[in-house]
């Protein structure tokens, strides 16, 4: 079947078995590697992007139900060599160790703070708690998170916790 | 921001950048021209004969290469492991079927979805039998998993037998002595320490290339042991290890999952070879639940016998250990890594008894902490058990019974000797930073209104940096893989002549941030700074020995190699800056990226000129060989040992048995610290582990042996929403068992943590008289208890 969309600003089509799954056709066919696989269950969200604005996760999705939408993937998101507040964030907060969940969790954090840049730790909490990270304890993450609500409200950002104990 | 000084510094990890761009290369990421891909065919049940396998019709489906049985790959025998104790792994299901997921068919074909299709296409026969699941069962030998075994029971570890050539005392009479005791207090508890799927959220993948011409493999893999597999292929297939190059690029996770040798692996190089095409295989989550080691699976019984004022006069455990159907790696010897922490922190005698027990289940393994967490669960749980039952306040009964600071090396009846440690004022630091007094007063004041608050506490000590070149002898090594018999470090530092900086080392990180930690220990013994430092591993061709990442042993053995290394190198390129000054070399000292004589710091010779002038023979000193590298193994005395404490805060719910936990407090003590960041986030991923397997994680097999919990939905990880944020600090108390001071921080949080929940809940349910419940605290479970201590 013949699909077309929009991904990373870039328009772009390809003939695909009907069966494809989103995230093998960003992928496999257009070598967009960043997005993960996990689980294929929807369960884990190392595979989320956004389609239309919204975080999906694209292992549950066929490439055909993606057909005329914008898709934004994690290499979309640093622009001209700067990071996204929430790349940094991850950065400078130890937001990530082996970065398999990273691009899924930075994506869902996006999306996060596109409605509401200045979460508490509770609606961070549930607002990623779809993404699943088995090395961090979220800690961090929650920590990267309101190191770029911060920054995207112009605000510096709290000190890191391993500064002089917590 | 982060600072950039060097050691002990938070540096910002250099691995980030391309990981949270997108832009890591993980082994699924690879895609050469004319890559295969694999599925298997699994079994779907736990065990039955094959009485006909028939893959002609599969064969005939689009896109298939290949599709290949046990006859196809028997002369490759079956699945090497370190510790041969139990049947081992046949490549594929050789005739039978032993354990629900056990690989029966490979099929190779032009892409994922049409191997997936024609592995559903294989005709298969089974004569089931009934599969022994049940370890207790199992332990009784009524019938045999395995008829060619003796019995069930592989092997059994005991507290002074495991080791002959020690002669170590059997301290059972001095433990059934206290128990007949006047004064003596005994309680004894049967827990479970339950099964556990690790859980990577990288799904395990290979992709293996064959050049006949040059007659080389090259095999990406995600594992943590790339020159194990290495070692493992070059022997299976009879080749030098030097034509086999195992690359582990970025890896998603392992927490001991990707530790092991897997038969996919060597599966994955035989297809490439004979259809001389490159082979990639990515395990389905499901796959990774039925066919990638698990980890726990302990049942037992924990008895403590002490006085009426809290002394301890002796522990005694006596536990089957599941090791599911087949051997692999290390799955025996698991246990043993519990046992030499048997007695904890604490003076006592030690009565241990483990049997490790083979059913049809998946193959137990390594799974973070590796037998050191069941260990010190039962241990640190009946100890709760019997503060309770004098009364007295459980850190008041640790303290009355620690290891005392002028003890050490303090020689445990086992045999080893703890290195270094001040337990009870680990545990003054955690009490005063959790305000441990007014957690009290805040749970007896929730109790009278008639809510359910418990306040856990716990105490670790755990064994890593493996390992000490003794252990070699019984069987603590890589030498069936042809490794060299130890676990020592091993470390190359070289200066390229632009004086950047070459560090390669043998470990195999998952997440840990070696690149960042080993810039850190080379750019500070340099005084070369860490953005010129570039560290490589997990590639078998750039370094000759590499032991792999595991129990917690990387910085405190790799790391020790390295900085030795580097000391070396800093040796002799004080001499060549001694010649460039015209000075003595022992007069040299190096900072801020060059070289002056200390106390005068002019004049002063760049890294740069000293670079360039140890790759140029006539601008180095006559008697310096040309180069700047040097390459150490390292090979420690002892293990090392680190510890900690814990407090968890948890209020259960009596209507529906739901636990939150409220607040998590942890003062740990893993010796010196290069990266405190990247050490608090090692301890934050523990703790989170530690916490699934007391309020979540439970890997179950139905008595048919079915597999309930195959999928993440099945089979629940603690999400962001199930977490507090951690609340950290330390104590440090530095070991001598090698030059940085370093203990190991990996599987410190996950082996302080499960007893520290269910001590917390029990502490909530006094009221109830609840005395125990086993993990996973679920609200099922958790209800229950309530409903029947209420009668």
Not at chain 1, 16 to 39: D, I, K, S, Y
Not at chain 2, 130 to 140: C, F, M, W
Not at chain 2, 217 to 238: D, E, N, R
Not at chain 2, 708 to 720: C, E, Q, V
């Amino acid at each position: 079947m013949e699909v077309s969309m929009t991904v990373n600003g870039r328009a772009v089509s390809a003939d695909v078995e009907p069966r494809t799954l989103l995230v093998h056709f960003l992928r496999e066919n257009l070598r967009l590697t960043g997005t993960h696989v996990g689980c294929e269950t929807g369960y884990c969200g190392a595979c989320t992007v956004h389609v239309d604005g919204k975080a999906v996760k694209s292992c549950t999705m066929l490439a055909v139900q993606a057909e005329g939408a914008d898709v934004k993937t994690i290499e979309s998101l640093a622009s001209n060599g700067n990071l996204h507040p929430v790349q940094e964030g991850f950065w400078e907060r130890h937001g990530l160790q082996c970065g398999f969940c990273t691009p899924g969790m930075i994506m869902a954090s996006v999306a996060l703070l596109d409605e509401n840049n200045n979460p508490s730790e509770d609606e961070i909490r549930h607002g990623i708690e779809g993404n699943l990270c088995r090395c961090t304890g979220y800690h961090n993450i929650v920590r990267a998170v309101e190191y770029a609500g911060a920054k995207m409200r112009g605000e510096e950002p709290p000190p890191p916790d391993w500064e002089g104990g917590e | 921001m982060a600072t950039t000084s060097v050691m002990g510094g938070s540096v910002r990890r250099r691995e980030d950048p391309a990981l949270i761009q997108g832009m890591g290369t993980y082994v699924d990421d690879l895609q050469p021209t004319g890559v295969l891909q694999v599925a298997f065919m699994r079994s779907p049940v736990a065990r039955a004969k094959i009485t006909s396998l028939d893959t002609s019709k599969a064969k005939e489906m689009p896109g298939v290469a290949a599709i290949y049985t046990h006859e196809d790959v028997a002369h490759l025998g079956p699945l090497l492991a370190q510790v041969q104790i139990g049947k081992l792994r046949p490549l594929l299901a050789d005739g039978e079927v032993n354990h629900m997921g056990e690989a029966i068919a490979m099929v190779v074909a032009e892409n994922r979805y049409q191997a997936q299709d024609a592995a559903e296409a294989i005709d298969v026969e089974f004569d089931v039998v009934k599969p022994i699941i049940d370890l207790k069962e199992a332990a009784s030998d009524a019938a045999k998993v395995h008829d060619e075994l003796d019995s069930n029971i592989l092997h059994t570890w005991t507290y002074h037998g495991y080791w002959d050539a020690l002669g170590l005392e059997d301290q059972t009479p001095q433990v059934d002595a206290a128990m007949e005791r006047d004064d003596a207090v005994v309680v004894s508890l049967e827990m479970k320490n339950q099964r556990l799927i690790p859980v990577a959220i990288e799904p395990r993948s290979v992709m293996a290339e064959y050049n006949p011409g040059y007659g080389r493999f090259t095999v990406h893999s995600s594992t943590q042991v790339p020159h194990a597999l290495g070692g493992a292929i070059s022997k299976t297939f009879g080749m030098i290890a030097s034509d086999v190059r195992v690359i582990a690029p970025e890896v998603g996770g392992g927490f001991g999952s990707k530790l092991n040798v897997y038969n996919d692996e060597i599966l994955a190089a035989f297809a490439a070879k004979d259809l001389g095409r490159p082979v990639k295989w990515t395990e389905t989550r499901r796959e990774a639940a039925s066919s990638t080691i698990h980890g726990r699976g302990w049942v037992g019984t924990a008895t403590i016998v002490g006085t009426k004022d809290g002394e301890f006069l002796g522990y005694k455990l006596h536990a089957l250990a599941d090791m599911g159907a087949y051997s692999q790696n290390f799955t025996v010897a698991i246990p043993l890594l519990g046992l030499w922490i048997a007695s904890g922190q604490y003076k006592m005698p030690v009565s241990w008894t483990v049997d490790c027990v083979v059913t049809n289940t998946m193959t137990t393994d390594a799974y973070r902490g590796a037998g050191r967490p069941e260990a010190i669960y039962y241990l640190e749980r009946i100890i709760d058990a019997y503060a309770r039952e004098i009364g007295m306040d459980p850190f008041e009964v640790r303290k009355k019974n620690f290891w005392q600071p002028d003890e050490f090396p303090a020689l445990m009846g086992c045999g080893f000797a703890l290195d270094s440690g001040d337990y009870a004022s680990n545990v003054d630091k955690l009490m005063e930073k959790a305000d441990y007094a007014g957690l009290l007063r805040m749970r007896d004041q929730a109790r009278d209104e008639g809510r359910l608050v418990g306040v856990g506490v716990g105490s670790y000590v755990e064994v890593c940096g493996f390992g000490p070149a003794v252990l070699a002898e019984i069987g603590f090594s890589w030498s069936e893989y042809g490794l060299p018999a130890s676990f020592n470090g091993s470390g190359l530092v070289r200066v390229n002549p632009d004086a950047t900086v070459t560090v390669v080392i043998g470990t195999g990180p998952s997440g840990q941030g070696h690149e960042t930690t080993w810039a850190q220990i080379v750019g500070d013994g340099l005084g070369i700074p860490v953005d010129k430092v570039r560290v490589l591993h997990g590639d078998t061709r750039e370094h000759p020995m590499g032991i792999g990442t595991f129990g917690s042993r990387s910085v405190a053995v790799d790391g020790a190699a390295t900085y030795e290394a580097t000391l070396k190198v800093r040796e002799k390129a004080a001499k060549i800056a001694a010649h460039l000054l015209e000075a003595s070399a022992t007069d040299i000292v190096f900072e801020n990226g060059g070289a002056h004589v200390a106390g005068s710091p002019a004049p002063r010779v760049e890294w740069e000129a000293i670079a360039k002038a140890a790759y140029q023979a006539h601008t180095s000193p006559e008697d310096v060989e040309s180069g700047l590298e040097a390459h150490t193994s390292f090979s420690p005395g002892n293990a090392t040992w680190p510890f900690g404490s814990h407090i968890a805060l948890v209020e259960v719910d009596p209507d529906t048995g739901n636990v939150e936990l409220l607040r998590y407090v942890g003062v740990d003590d893993c010796g010196n610290e290069i990266n405190p960041m990247i050490v608090n986030g090692q301890i934050h991923g523990g703790i989170a582990q530690g916490v699934g397997q007391a309020m979540f994680e439970d890997a179950v097999y139905d008595s048919d042996g079915n597999l309930l919990t195959g999928s993440l939905l099945d089979y629940p990880l603690p999400t962001a929403a199930d977490l507090p944020s951690f609340e950290l600090d330390r104590t440090v108390t530095p070991t001598d068992v090698n030059p940085m001071g370093v203990k190991g921080v990996g599987e410190a949080g996950t082996i302080g943590t499960a007893h520290t929940i269910v001590n917390a809940v029990v502490d909530a349910l006094e009221p109830l008289g609840v005395k125990h419940v086993d993990m996973p605290l679920r609200p099922k479970r958790v209800w229950q208890a309530i409903q029947e201590a209420r009668g």
